[in-house]
Each structure stands twice: as C-alpha cells, then as structure tokens.
C-alpha cells in the first residue's frame, strides 16, 4: 500500500508558476510510475503528466507540453510538477498517482494522493 500526500497548491496569477510535490510512503517508490492528474470544476479528470520509475521518460499532455515538467527523486520518495506560465484554465484539483506501468490513463493508476487546488486568477 502506497500512501500520497500531496503539497504546493494555492492561488496565482495567469503567467506565474507553481510547483507541486508529492510524497510517498509505505511502498516501493520507485517499481512504480507517477502521474499528475486534473479536475477542473464540472469537468472530467485529465491525464497531465507522468514519468518512468527511472525518471528518464516522461510524457505530457499536449496542453501542458513545454510549460509543465514533471520530475522525480527516487531517493527522497518524491514526485514534482513544476507549472510555468499558468493560464486561468489550469484552475483545478490536482492529484498525483502512482501506476506499476508508464501509463495516460488514469485506471492505470493504482494510488491517488487527495488533491491539492490549484488556482489561476486571470
């Protein structure tokens, strides 16, 4: 059993930046890949970003392409997103998950954190 805990959301400004961390106990950290999800307020949880147990690949959903990187310390059992240049849209839940493959969809993921909110005020 892997527990999330999440941390690093708040409010900002459209073109500022946030970076959201995650930390992981009670498990293997690094059998296992990790992801950023999204819910925005009436919308379907979308898929973000995720990265290899090995940290070396790493794939983004084409809205966040080149503004969001996601990051890992295998060491330190945590798991980063770092947003930059933030738009109003980004407003939403985020929660961070872990799946024992590198994978988008969220019923990959086996264990979710609760979900910082993050907000972009325009």
């Known amino acids: 059993q892997v527990q999330l805990v999440e941390s690093g959301g708040g409010l900002v400004q459209t073109g500022g930046s946030l970076r959201l961390s995650c930390a992981a106990s009670?498990?293997?950290?690094?059998?296992?890949?990790m992801g950023w999800f999204r819910q925005a307020p009436g919308k379907q949880r979308e898929f973000v970003a995720t990265?290899?147990?090995?940290?070396?690949?790493?794939y983004y959903a084409d809205s966040v392409k080149g503004r969001f990187t996601i990051s890992r310390d295998n060491a330190e059992n945590t798991v980063a997103l770092q947003m930059n240049s933030l738009k109003p849209e980004a407003t939403a839940v985020y929660y961070c998950?872990?799946?024992?493959?590198?994978?988008?969809?969220?019923?990959?993921?086996?264990?979710w954190g609760q979900g910082p909110q993050v907000t972009v005020s325009s």
């Open positions: 009670g498990g293997t950290f690094r059998r296992y890949a």
């Open positions: 998950a872990a799946s024992a493959t590198f994978a988008t969809r969220q019923d990959d993921y086996v264990y």
């Open positions: 990265i290899h147990w090995s940290g070396k690949m790493a």
